[in-house]
């Protein structure tokens, strides 16, 4: 499966974003899909992931309450709602699928090209 995340951008504190990445192939629904971050210096974390079916999520502490993943597997796509962003939100965001369901990025096979999120103070 090829995937391309996009919706990035700049944005100010307590401002809002939704990231979505699109996956190609036929096997889309079959696929827990995750959301990571890399901000400059650190380490890729994570940030939500998703079941295949949409009926089980999860999340870093960091980001609960505040970001909401979600899937559509009739348009073969992931999203990743972000609201009351703060500074330290700033980081390339990946997505990235795998068969079953990890918050680890090492356990993930396929993984988009990452989108750009910069949020000001």
């Known amino acids: 499966v090829q995937l391309q995340a996009f919706g990035g951008g700049l944005v100010q504190a307590g401002g809002s974003l939704r990231l979505s990445c699109a996956a190609s192939?036929?096997?889309?629904?079959?696929?827990?899909m995750g959301w990571f971050r890399q901000a400059p210096g650190k380490e890729r974390e994570f940030v939500a992931v998703?079941?295949?079916?949409?009926?089980?999520?999860y999340y870093a502490d960091s980001v609960k309450g505040r970001f909401t993943i979600s899937r559509d597997n009739a348009k073969n796509t992931v999203y990743l709602q972000m609201k009351s962003l703060k500074p330290e939100d700033t980081a390339v965001y990946y997505c990235a699928a795998r068969s079953g369901l990890s918050t680890t990025p090492y356990a993930y096979d396929y993984w988009g090209q990452g989108t750009l999120v910069t949020v000001s103070s």
């Open positions: 998703i079941n295949w079916s949409g009926g089980s999520t």
């Open positions: 192939g036929r096997t889309f629904s079959s696929y827990g």
